[in-house]
T-cell receptor, first 114, second 112 residues
Framework: GAGVSQTPSNKVTEKGKYVELRCDPI?????LYWYRQSLGQGPEFLIYFQGTGAADDSGLPNDRFFAVRPEGSVSTLKIQRTERGDSAVYLC????????????FGPGTRLTVL | DQQVKQNSPSLSVQEGRISILNCDYT??????FLWYKKYPAEGPTFLISISSIKDKNEDGRFTVFLNKSAKHLSLHIVPSQPGDSAVYFC???????????FGTGTRLQVFP
């Protein structure tokens, strides 16, 4: 079956602009995660959804970052007033939803803020 | 504060030999550990995991060892193959949360 997909694959924007990054999880997966990977680092947790609700948003760096999953499937990560330090690869993962279920990652969206 | 550490940024191994990738952690609440493999321009792919109630888990050519007292785990790949060349991430989680805490990765190169 289809894996996790993310769009766009690349996004270049200017400092101060607003961006939206989309994640389509594996069908039937109730848990969805967002991570951010900066150059030379491992993925860093941002937020975790169980169904439509954010179960853990402790990784969001500040209030410029927001994520939604209104119907419990597709999720959108929204970044307001982008800064150069937001440049990174944004990874989405999904799992069946029980604790310890394997997280399957998408290919990521590379965000570049000029 | 890096809770999961991979101190070797790179490792080069000859095909057929054993590859040993190491990982240390500091948070004693971690009770589940995973290894992910990542190729360029792709997302991480799950490789193998181990619960803290075990000290070894094996899957084909891949074995993960956990030493809780030393807060150390390692991934052994034997025999190593050129297709194993990738970046390997160690990750950990605590039972109270499903989020994964990743290390910085080790780039493995397997040469003929």
């Amino acid at each position: 079956g289809a894996g996790v997909s993310q769009t766009p694959s690349n996004k270049v924007t200017e400092k101060g602009k607003y961006v939206e990054l989309r994640c389509d999880p594996i069908s039937g997966h109730t848990a969805l995660y967002w991570y951010r990977q900066s150059l030379g680092q491992g993925p860093e947790f941002l937020i975790y959804f169980q169904g439509t609700g954010a179960a853990d948003d402790s990784g969001l760096p500040n209030d410029r970052f927001f994520a939604v999953r209104p119907e419990g499937s597709v999720s959108t990560l929204k970044i307001q007033r982008t800064e150069r330090g937001d440049s990174a690869v944004y990874l989405c993962a999904s799992s069946l939803g029980s604790s310890r279920d394997t997280q399957y990652f998408g290919p990521g969206t590379r965000l570049t803020v000029l | 504060d890096q809770q999961v550490k991979q101190n070797s940024p790179s490792l080069s191994v000859q095909e057929g030999r054993i590859s040993i990738l190491n990982c240390d952690y500091t948070n004693s609440m971690f009770d589940y550990f995973l290894w992910y493999k990542k190729y360029p321009a792709e997302g991480p792919t799950f490789l193998i995991s181990i619960s803290s109630i075990k000290d070894k888990n094996e899957d084909g050519r891949f074995t993960v060892f956990l030493n809780k007292s030393a807060k150390h785990l390692s991934l052994h790949i034997v025999p190593s193959q050129p297709g194993d060349s990738a970046v390997y991430f160690c990750a950990a989680s605590a039972s109270a949360t499903d989020k994964l805490i990743f290390g910085t990765g080790t780039r493995l190169q397997v040469f003929p």
